[in-house]
């Protein structure tokens, strides 16, 4: 299952669902895509968008997926609600976080998200 949020104050309301589900949850941060495809201005992003889907399915974990902004909003911008937000504080894009009760339990940033191996190692623990 998998649910896209866009903003901070959605956070609370998709982690608290999908924790309730009892399945792992896994918060995906990636850059937008680019209006009427599957291309995102992030290519780190890209290289791991599928990956991600497929071990999440695998898995069958609850994938959140936090859509960060286009380029010109979180590029070099520290002020990005995503960069700022006590729950995420991202550094880089994609991230993938694990989340349980009480908050994060694990993180893997850029390229270790397109390594399927630590995906999976991240959703199970």
């Known amino acids: 299952e998998t649910v896209r949020i866009s903003e901070v104050s959605e956070f ?4 608290a669902k999908a924790l309730g589900t009892g399945k792992p949850v896994i918060i ?6 680019k209006e009427g495809t599957c291309d995102s201005w992030c290519p780190d992003c890209v290289d791991a968008d599928g990956i991600i889907k497929k071990k999440a399915k695998e898995c069958d974990a ?24 006590e729950k995420t504080k991202l550094t880089s894009i994609p991230t ?23 995906v999976v190692e991240l959703i199970k623990q």
């Open 62 to 85: 609850i994938l959140i997926e936090v859509l960060v902004g286009d380029r010109d909003s979180y590029k070099g911008k520290p002020e990005n609600q995503w960069r700022v937000f």
């Open 12 to 15: 609370d309301d998709a982690t």
């Open 96 to 118: 993938l976080i694990k989340w349980g009760v009480g908050g994060e339990k694990g993180r893997l940033v850029e390229r270790e998200c397109v390594e399927g191996d630590k």
């Open 28 to 33: 995906y941060c990636y850059g937008n895509w």
